[in-house]
């Protein structure tokens, strides 16, 4: 059975992203940041035997570190990780006229760009003996420069574009090493980025997830190229 670890699973698109794993027959790990929010119990009443819960704050190296070593203990390998974990919030919107909110960047670099590093360096012993070595980002059209057209939203953009970059020097460093690479928008998803659903947005997660899990697992043609690749199939400029 094929095994994943995903991030920031509680709700929003990492919880679509788990459901359908595990529909598909995947044993998931599942991250786990909020305590008070049980999408993730109801999934794993469904699921006993193949959903295990550990929860994990990807802003915390000592945190990362446990929820691997809960992992270990269950699985000597891992076949993919989904770093989903990310953060956004309204202030973002600020003009450089409208006072910025510098704590905010530091904040949103830390989960969005350094999360998925810090993950990734913590799982690679159980990746590495995984066959998949599977490696996926949900990252955003955000993080594009080549198509920004925003004036403001510093802390998103800017923790996005450096996320495709730490991707960019992990890809250099281990596609030579037999690891594949997964760079994903994911279209504008019902999510509770901002701590609210946006109801407005485009798509349910459990639709969202059903665009990603196809992506994230398939074989592509050339393994060899990094390509941020959004819901639709379209790749997006750096
Ligand atoms: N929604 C969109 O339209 C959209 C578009 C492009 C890309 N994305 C990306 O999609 C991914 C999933 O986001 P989403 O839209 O599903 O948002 P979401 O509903 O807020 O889900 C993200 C989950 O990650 C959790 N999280 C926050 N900080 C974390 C941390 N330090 N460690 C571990 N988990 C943490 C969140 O908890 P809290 O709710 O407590 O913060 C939440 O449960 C993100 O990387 C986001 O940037 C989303």
Redesign the pocket.
Same mark, same amino acid.
Do not use: C, F, I, Q
């Given at each position: 059975m094929k095994t994943v670890f995903v991030?920031?699973?509680?709700?929003?698109?990492?919880h679509g992203l788990t459901g359908n794993l595990l529909e598909n027959g995947w044993r998931v790990f599942a991250?786990r940041?909020?305590s008070e929010?049980h999408e993730l119990d109801e999934l794993a009443e469904r699921f006993p035997d193949t959903l295990t819960i550990v929860p994990?704050?990807?802003?915390s190296a000592e945190s990362v570190a446990s929820a691997r070593d809960a992992i270990a203990a269950a699985t000597p390998r891992l076949e993919m990780l989904i770093n989903? =974990?990310?953060?956004?919030t309204w202030t973002n919107s600020r003009t450089i006229r409208e006072n910025p909110d510098y704590d905010e960047m530091h904040r949103l670099y830390d989960?969005?760009a350094l999360?998925p590093v810090r993950t990734v360096e913590a799982f690679l012993p159980l990746l590495d003996r995984g066959s998949m070595k599977r490696l996926c980002f949900?990252?955003?059209?955000?993080g594009s420069i080549g198509a920004s057209q925003r004036n403001a939203w510093f802390a998103?953009c800017m923790s996005?574009a450096a996320l495709n970059m730490g991707i960019k020097n992990l890809f250099n460093d281990l596609r030579p090493q037999g690891y594949t690479f997964r760079v994903y928008?994911?279209?504008?998803?019902r999510?509770?980025?901002g701590?609210k659903k946006?109801d407005t =947005?485009d798509l349910e997660?459990k639709d969202a997830a059903a665009y990603a899990i196809p992506f994230f697992t398939a074989p592509r043609d050339d393994e060899d190229k990094l390509a941020l690749i959004d819901y639709l199939g379209r790749e997006w400029p750096w």
């Open positions: 991030t920031g699973a509680d709700r929003g698109l990492g991250g940041y909020m929010w994990v704050d990807v802003a989903n =974990a990310g953060v956004s989960v969005n999360g949900v990252s955003s059209e955000a998103y996005k928008h994911p279209g504008w998803v999510s509770y980025m701590g946006n =947005a997660p």
